[in-house]
């Protein structure tokens, strides 16, 4: 079993930045697949950036070149970096992997952009 805790998201206007961080209780390495997805209300649950299984990296096409995903293996621990935000970043942004067969999700933290 795995726990993933999100942190730093907040309210922001637009073209702030914002870096959320994920931090796993155990090692990434063993976790496949981490990546950060998004949720904004009435929508459904979107990949925003992630590690592939071959260790590649996949963006949404709505953020390439605005958010950089990066890992830090000595911390556990999955960074997004957001920079250029605009309102229609606004969502409860989760962290997840697999393990065993079961995806994992962490709780959520909400991003707001203000225009």
């Known amino acids: 079993q795995v726990q993933l805790v999100e942190s730093g998201g907040g309210l922001v206007q637009a073209g702030g930045s914002l870096r959320l961080s994920c931090a796993a209780s155990?090692?990434?390495?063993?976790?496949?697949?981490m990546g950060w997805y998004r949720q904004a209300p009435g929508k459904q649950r979107e990949l925003v950036a992630g590690?592939?299984?071959?260790?590649?990296?996949n963006y949404a096409d709505s953020v390439k070149g605005r958010f950089t995903i990066s890992r830090d293996n000595t911390k556990n621990t999955v960074y997004l970096q957001m920079n250029s935000l605009k309102p229609e970043d606004t969502a409860v942004y989760y962290c997840?992997?697999?393990?065993?067969?079961?995806?994992?999700w962490g709780q959520g933290t909400q991003v707001t952009v203000s225009s």
């Open positions: 590690f592939t299984s071959g260790g590649y990296l």
């Open positions: 155990i090692s990434i390495f063993s976790i496949t697949a």
């Open positions: 997840g992997g697999g393990l065993g067969g079961r995806v994992y």
